[in-house]
């Protein structure tokens, strides 16, 4: 009988899920850290895991495990290297977290351009005066720029268009012949960002910034950038300085280099600035949906029907033919 360890906190309707199973055993330990979960990994035969880092060292100490299930579709903090030495497959839980991140992303555009956090603070300080000041603008009419044209990009660009916005997309990885019909394609970056009124990103991580210092200087100063993808892919400390000179409008940013950021972080003091704590897609409904795909996913996997589409390291597919113990 397969024993699991689910490491981070689930929501119950994954617990249950994995309590009504006959046959399976595991180990839960809520706490999110790598150090954690340490204790249990020698008897792992499988392993949910959210955001924690699951490093070379671990999977060493799990000499039985043969597959991993991450609880969401990141897996940034994974060494996949290390599963595919061993031909352990890791998956994700596919389309289940588009829709949260998607409106997320809509939000953050909207509070940073209708700047949210600045009229907040006038109204609690009895600033009423604040709204003559006209610093506001509206969406509608405006063009958005998504670069990463993926399901969460396409999502928000129908959420936008409900809006008004006039969308635009920059992914080079679709071809041209398969482009959705959701957005105009823009295959130069450069140019897309001088004539954009937001921009917004939902790419993989990146060795280095999307957007740094060259990108903010060609953009027009009442644009406002966000990013709900990962962090890193906006350099912070230029964008930052683009705030505070004036020399962009706004930014939504959801996710940072190093999180949680530092007090000293200089996006702090910017009401120019809408921040948010990595959690688009820790919804109610979400979180739910999460927590039952990534238990289902191992279920699945020892019951030898784990869909391969959900495997992300295709050198440990042949995992998948493994007769269940």
């Not at 850290?33 to 880092?53: F, N």
């Not at 000293?264 to 897609?281: C, E, G, I, S």
Request: hydrophobic share 50%; with cysteine; charged share 20%.
């Amino acid at each position: 009988m397969p024993h699991l360890l689910v490491a981070g906190k689930l929501h119950p309707s994954g617990l249950d899920l994995l309590q009504q199973a006959q046959d399976v055993t595991f180990d839960y330990v809520e706490e999110i850290s790598e150090s954690s979960y340490q204790a249990h990994l020698p008897k792992a035969d499988g392993m949910v895991i959210r955001t924690q880092p699951l490093g070379a060292a671990s999977i060493a100490k799990a000499p039985g495990l043969r597959i991993v299930s991450r609880h969401g579709v990141g897996y940034d903090a994974v060494d996949v290297p290390a599963l595919n030495a061993r031909g352990i497959p890791l998956c994700i839980v596919g389309d289940v977290n588009s829709s949260g991140v998607a409106e997320h992303a809509m939000m953050l555009i909207l509070a940073a351009t209708h700047r949210l956090i600045a009229a907040d603070k006038a109204t609690r300080s009895g600033d009423w005066g604040w709204r003559n000041g006209l610093q506001t603008h509206e969406v509608a009419g405006k063009r958005l720029l998504i670069v990463g044209f993926g399901r969460i990009g396409q999502k928000l660009a129908g959420m936008a268009k409900a809006f008004g916005m006039e969308v635009h997309a920059h992914d080079p990885y679709i071809p041209a012949d398969r482009w959705p019909d959701l957005a105009l394609r823009e295959p130069d970056l450069a140019v897309a960002l001088v004539r954009a009124d937001a921009v917004s990103l939902h790419l993989p991580r990146a060795e280095r910034a999307v957007i740094g210092p060259a990108e903010l200087a060609l953009m027009k100063p009442t644009a406002v950038v966000v990013n709900t993808a990962r962090g890193g892919l906006v350099d912070e400390t230029a964008l930052a300085d683009a705030l505070r000179a004036g020399r962009l409008g706004g930014a939504g940013i959801e996710v940072f280099a190093a999180e949680p950021p530092g007090a000293d972080h200089p996006l702090f003091a910017l009401d120019r600035a809408v921040l948010t704590p990595h959690n688009a897609a820790l919804t109610v409904e979400c979180a739910e949906r999460m927590a039952i795909a990534s238990v289902q996913n191992v279920l699945d996997f020892f019951a030898g029907k784990l869909d391969p589409a959900l495997v992300v390291n295709a050198a440990a597919i042949g995992g998948l033919k493994e007769p269940a113990k």
